[in-house]
C-alpha cells in the first residue's frame, strides 16, 4: 500500500500560481509514474498531468504552457506548477500514483481560482 499526500491548494486570483506538492510512502518512488488528476462535483475525474519514470511527461491539452508536473526522487515528492490560473481550473486535485498495474491517490487539495 503507498500513502500519498498531498499539500499546496487555497485559493487565488485569476492569472495566479500555486504549486502543489505530492509526497508518498515506500521506496519505490523512482519507478512510480506520477500524476495529477483534478474532478470537479458532477464530472468524471480528469488526468492534467502525468511523468513517467524516465521524466517523459504529459499534460492535457487545456493546461499545455501553464502546468509544469516535476518530480525529484530523493525525496519521494512531484509537484505541479500551475501559472496563469483560471477559473476553470478550480478543482480537487489529487496526486496518481500508478506502479505496475497499481493505482493509488491522495485525498485530494482544493485549488479555487476566483477573482
Known amino acids: 500500500q503507498v500513502q500519498v499526500e498531498e499539500s499546496g491548494g487555497g485559493l487565488v486570483q485569476p492569472g495566479g500560481s500555486l504549486r502543489l506538492s505530492c509526497f508518498t510512502s515506500?521506496?519505490?518512488?523512482?519507478?512510480?509514474?506520477v500524476g495529477w488528476d483534478r474532478q470537479v462535483p458532477g464530472k468524471d475525474r480528469e488526468l492534467v498531468a502525468a511523468i513517467t519514470p524516465t521524466y517523459e511527461t504529459d499534460y492535457e491539452d487545456s493546461v499545455k504552457g501553464r502546468f509544469t508536473i516535476s518530480r525529484d526522487n530523493a525525496k519521494n515528492a512531484a509537484y505541479l506548477q500551475m501559472n496563469s490560473l483560471k477559473p476553470e481550473d478550480t478543482a480537487v486535485y489529487s496526486c496518481h500514483i500508478l506502479y505496475m498495474t497499481q493505482h493509488y491517490w491522495g485525498q485530494g487539495t482544493q485549488v479555487t481560482v476566483s477573482g
Open positions: 515506500g521506496t519505490l518512488f523512482s519507478d512510480y509514474t
